[in-house]
């Protein structure tokens, strides 16, 4: 929730509401995400906020619109060996595509940074359900992969895709040719290509 939810729902003046909201964070009640949103604090909200997956949305509401991308998703997705991902669980690292100036935030749920995508690059991304809360939107794995490649920039060759730990799927190869032609980015297409001979393609 944001400071004006809060105001329109209290029916206070401004700095009552900023008062009352300062003393709510003095007193561990409430975590600031951001510079006026936040997150209800242990025991008075529902869900785990530790876990990466719970973590992971809060990306959206943080810096909209935005979607998760890059090395968390293709962990989540099974996609890189143990030890060549970012860290784990309360510290997290989510990398994010966005159209906007790019930004990072810190909070107690980990890193959130924002990496600015060029707009007809804003594609291949999904909704996460199940356990995510909704809105929870997620690259899709190969453009995952692709938007890694883009934002760390220089060649990727098979040795440094091998670097990453990525696992070595022939079907997702495929679709990662696919996603890669459609960006038309010749350096995208070269790193798709390198990973179709990593798997033997």
Known sequence: FDFEMVLLVSGEADACVHTELY??????????LRRGLFVFAEPWRKGALERTDLAAALAGPIYAPSYVTGRWVLEHEGL???????????GSTFTCATARP????????????YDTLPTDLLF???VLGARFPAGCRVALPEKALLDLCFFEGGDWDGE???????SRDADFAGRLGEMARRTGRPRLI????????MVGL
């Open 124 to 126: 291949g991304t999904r």
């Open 23 to 32: 003393r709510w964070r003095r007193g561990g009640k409430v975590v600031e």
């Open 160 to 166: 440094r895709l091998a670097g990453l730990g990525l």
């Open 80 to 90: 890189l060996g143990s030890g060549a991902t970012e860290s784990r669980g309360a």
């Open 190 to 197: 070269k790193a798709a290509k390198a990973y179709g001979r």
């Open 102 to 113: 790019a930004r990072v935030f810190e909070n107690e749920f980990g890193i959130y940074r």
